[in-house]
């Protein structure tokens, strides 16, 4: 059985990357209310598995899991993406004409907003998690509210899906990042399969440091997909550069990782793992 940390509950999104991730399996949740509950509980338990929110094609980067992610010394070892879809449901037997108030997660607010200046007789009101708030209308039998959450999610609690796929935008995903203790990620990803890695490093105050560093990695063929900078605190105009590659022969890519070494400063490689 899998024991997977996640920030949210029962039929957050987090819940079902995490089922899509390991289907086929057993999975215990370890629900959590903050994303650092989901690295302390890798800390204090290595036989834990989290799974975190990265990044979404609307909202952008989470940057503060980078640095809890980097913090930790938690490794990468898989990602999933997951798309998004919203639903409005309700308690059974309400209708849209019934309902005054819609509960759920500022991100979601913001995905749907469209739908809800649609509907100005809706009041928003925002939420600690999407499932979170279906689940509250349920339990607390709340007439005249509603919530903005997975479908499957509103199924779970009993809900009543009153207009699905009110998304703004279609082509919205969340990529995840599954994550464990340094010590169990041979046990979780294939080496033959890995063709995705995360880096992270600080760089050197001269000019042209940064695409000395990607020219070697073109060099050797290796595919830069994505490139985050964080400011290092309390060290002003310093930052800290977290980058995604995707590459197709292993030694090639650990070729690179060594070129660019003499380069950078503090390089730690974050995750080596198969990209989806």
Not at 86 to 103: M, Q, R, W
Not at 151 to 157: E, K, L, Q, S, V
Not at 226 to 232: E, R, T
């Amino acid at each position: 059985m899998r024991r997977i940390a996640i920030q949210g509950r029962r039929g957050s999104f987090h819940d079902i990357a995490a089922h899509q991730y390991f289907a086929g399996e057993q999975v215990q949740l370890i629900c959590c209310s903050t994303f650092e509950e989901v690295f302390d509980s890798i800390h204090c338990d290595p036989t834990i598995i989290g799974l975190v929110a990265i990044e979404n094609t609307i909202a952008g980067s989470l940057l503060h899991n980078y640095e809890l992610l980097r913090a930790s010394g938690a490794t990468i070892v898989g990602e999933h993406k997951l798309h998004i879809q919203h639903a409005i449901s309700c308690l059974p037997g309400g209708s849209l004409s019934t309902v005054k108030e819609v509960h759920t997660h500022p991100v979601a607010l913001m995905q749907c907003r469209n739908y809800l200046a649609a509907h100005p007789q809706l009041m928003a009101v925002e939420a600690e998690d999407t499932a979170g708030a279906a689940e509250d209308i349920a339990l607390n039998h709340r007439e005249g509210w509603a919530a903005i959450c997975h479908p499957d999610a509103a199924r779970m609690y009993g809900l009543q899906v009153l207009e699905d796929h009110i998304e703004d935008n279609k082509h919205n995903f969340t990529r995840f990042l599954v994550v464990c203790d340094p010590h169990k990620a041979d046990f979780l990803r294939p080496v033959e399969e890995v063709n995705k890695a995360s880096l992270v490093f600080s760089l050197p105050h001269e000019e042209g440091s940064l695409s000395k560093v990607l020219t070697i990695l073109s060099f050797y063929n290796i595919n830069l997909t994505k490139i985050q900078s964080l400011p290092v605190i309390g060290h002003e105009w310093e930052y800290l550069f977290y980058v995604d590659v995707n590459f197709s022969n292993l030694t090639r890519y650990r070729q690179s990782v060594d070129a660019i070494v003499p380069l950078t400063q503090k390089l730690r490689i974050i995750g080596e793992y198969k990209g989806q």
